[in-house]
């Protein structure tokens, strides 16, 4: 037996044998042309196929995955159509006088090493996209026909990594697990694992090789181990450890339709965070009891131009009408920082989560969300919808906010059209100033809603994009704690609601906390709606900690 250790992605076990990924590896030969006219010409019909492809992924990835995973083959289109990287090829093409091949793959490696050299970690990330569509452009223009990903068996797939189109394709009833030699758990790639709830390792080096194609493993997504030809007591042992998580999972389902309240009478709300109108069925299948942050922002990306008001208000309806009457918080656009949108034409910063992101592009730029706003208070109308501002630092940014808004009403009054006039504003507690001034700040707004993401790399002065800083960033640090029971306090104090819509909201180890500090809602992962209730249905804080 080999015991492999890497990262885990989703925590969960599978048993099965490995299926090394098999990819059509066309070999790309420089040759010599006489007329590069026609080899142009080839460039563009693959890029018009290849483009044709992408759409296709797209439709299917949003049917599977939502929105907001699919948007990647949006980018990877915008990528294919660039005109500087067309231009980079037609110029190879026409100077070196080579065939079409042979020109996509020199520029595939000159991007990729380009993207990989730039500080900005997104950017870094954009390297590995370059070059899936890059080998897309090349099997298109070589002829050779993408592979079956999987066969009738269910298998665990192995790779050295997963492209997103790689992924997306896979027969999901006939996926295990995965088990990748690299890989970030911050890559398209995890984050597709985790929506489709595939226990997944990363990570796991060269030590995962082709040679143990065909051979039984075992994915552990619970520490992040792989056992490879496992003998009878690790099988028996780790089966054991499966049909617990499969008995934890039909628990759970049990939980559905029950409310939300402690052993010992506390009742807190759970919520769920969402990034696209499809989620919604995401939302009522895990039975969350409403929407705790509709990422706005999502709407935005993946564009050549801004969503018109028309399209914002379309998707805010439908999500409020397909909720019910439960309560929607949609925050307003939180662009900049890790969210880059080339439309927005913003510069390059040397910090930019400290830099010109969310509420200050909002607040100097207006009529874009001016835009935003009109579309909101169109779609109050049709549902329960809460409005949220990200980035807040000060009560004069709230005033100002409120100005807008409060304009925004008398142009739709004057045009005779609808609104719920006493719709619900709220603010992100997400930097340490908010918190500390949380008082003077809950006689302004109707809720708080802290963004523990970000209050963490505030507080902590750790980027959270960063790997190098993971081992100094402490997400139960006492500083980040008292931020928020100081927010919770001032709040409840001031006769208004807080939530929490960070990644500490479905921190389980937490629940027993958040209950303390008297937090009225957390909004997690769909995925994760389940096991927080059951946190709180086992929770009695009349017993000691």
Known sequence: MQVLTGKSVYNDVCIGKLSFFKRNKSVVRRVHIDDPQIEIERFHEARESGVKQLQGLYENALKSVGEANAAIFEIHQMMMEDLDYADSIENIITTQEVNAEYAVATTADNFAAMFSAMEDEYMRGRAADVKDVSERLIR?????????????????????????????????????????????????????????????????????????????????????????????????????????????????????????????????????????????????????????????????????????????????????????????????????????????????????????????????????????????????????????????????????????????????????????????????????????????????????????NDLTQYTLAADRMNNKLAPFIDTHHKAILRLIQMAAENAHKNGIWIGICGELGADTSLTREFLKMGIDELSVSVGLVLNVRDAVIHTDLRKED
């Open 140 to 452: 298109i223009l070589s002829g050779d026909e993408e592979t079956s990903q999987t066969g009738d068996e269910k298998v665990i797939i192995a790779a050295d990594d997963l492209a997103p189109s790689e992924t997306v394709q896979l027969d999901k009833s006939k996926v295990l697990g995965f088990a990748l030699q690299g890989g970030s758990t911050n890559s398209h790639t995890a984050i597709l694992a985790r929506s489709m709830s595939i226990p997944a390792v990363i990570g796991l080096g060269f030590a995962l090789g082709e040679e143990m194609d065909g051979k039984m493993a075992i994915v552990d997504g619970s520490d992040g181990t792989v056992y490879i030809d496992p003998d009878e007591e690790t099988m028996k042992r780790m089966a054991e450890k499966k049909a617990e998580y499969d008995r934890k999972r039909e628990l759970l389902a049990q939980l559905k339709g029950k409310e939300t309240i402690s052993a010992d009478g506390t009742k807190i709300k759970i919520y769920a965070n969402i990034g696209s109108p499809e989620d919604v069925v995401k939302v009522h299948d895990n039975d969350a009891e409403g929407i705790g942050l509709f990422r706005s922002e999502f709407l935005y990306l993946g564009r050549e131009d801004f969503p018109s008001e028309e399209d914002q208000f379309n998707a805010y309806r439908d999500v409020a009408q397909n909720m019910a009457g439960k309560k929607v918080v949609i925050r307003t656009l939180d662009i900049g920082a890790d969210k880059k949108v080339d439309y927005f034409n913003l510069s390059e910063e040397d910090n930019p989560a400290l830099g010109y992101r969310a509420i200050r592009i909002c607040l100097t730029q207006p009529e874009i969300f001016k835009t935003q706003l009109r579309a909101l208070y169109r779609a109050t109308a049709f549902g329960n919808i809460s409005i949220m501002f990200p980035m807040i630092t000060s009560v004069e940014e709230v005033r100002k906010i409120k100005d807008i808004c409060a304009e925004v009403r008398a142009e739709l009054d004057a045009e005779g059209i609808p609104y719920k006039e006493d719709t619900e504003l709220g603010i992100m507690i997400e930097t340490p100033a908010a918190a500390i001034i949380s008082d003077d700040l809950a006689k302004e707004v109707d809720f708080f809603s802290v963004g523990t």
